[in-house]
């Protein structure tokens, strides 16, 4: 073992405080938030369970590791949520002073669509 992967093995937590394992060196059960969301899952609440720690690019890098079998089915949306996301969608693209929806977003920063900010008759 290198002597970067022995400063960062500590199953126990004694040095780190919890659990803490060399990259790609974790025990089967343990993932990441990403790793958890590809498999549909969310933590649910659960606290950290362990941690990965490598040096890169600043310093020490760490990921955190949560417990698979306390993981939950990730929450789908409603339809009156996808409702209110699509209706917030379409206000976006509305333009305030012509009232056409536009096949962009209009700029925050304009308040209008790019026409009506040029004064090009629609």
């Known amino acids: ?7 960062y093995n ?3 937590g004694n040095r780190y405080g919890i659990p803490t394992y060399w990259w790609q060196g974790a025990p ?9 969301r590809a498999a549909g899952l969310r933590p649910a609440g ?15 890098r760490a990921a955190y590791l949560y417990r698979v079998d306390l993981a939950r089915p990730k929450r789908t949306a409603t339809p009156a949520q996808l409702r209110a996301v699509r209706a917030a969608l379409l ?3 509305t333009c ?10 209009i700029p925050r920063s304009l308040g209008e669509c790019l026409d ?4 090009v008759p629609s």
């Open 1 to 7: 073992m290198s002597r970067i992967r022995a400063a």
């Open 10 to 12: 500590d199953p126990d």
């Open 28 to 36: 089967p059960g343990y993932a990441t938030r990403r790793q958890l």
């Open 46 to 60: 659960q606290p950290i369970a362990a941690q990965v720690l490598w040096r890169g690019v600043g310093g020490t």
């Open 91 to 93: 206000a976006r693209r």
């Open 96 to 105: 305030r002073i012509c009232g056409r929806v536009r096949p962009y977003y």
């Open 116 to 119: 009506c900010f040029e004064g």
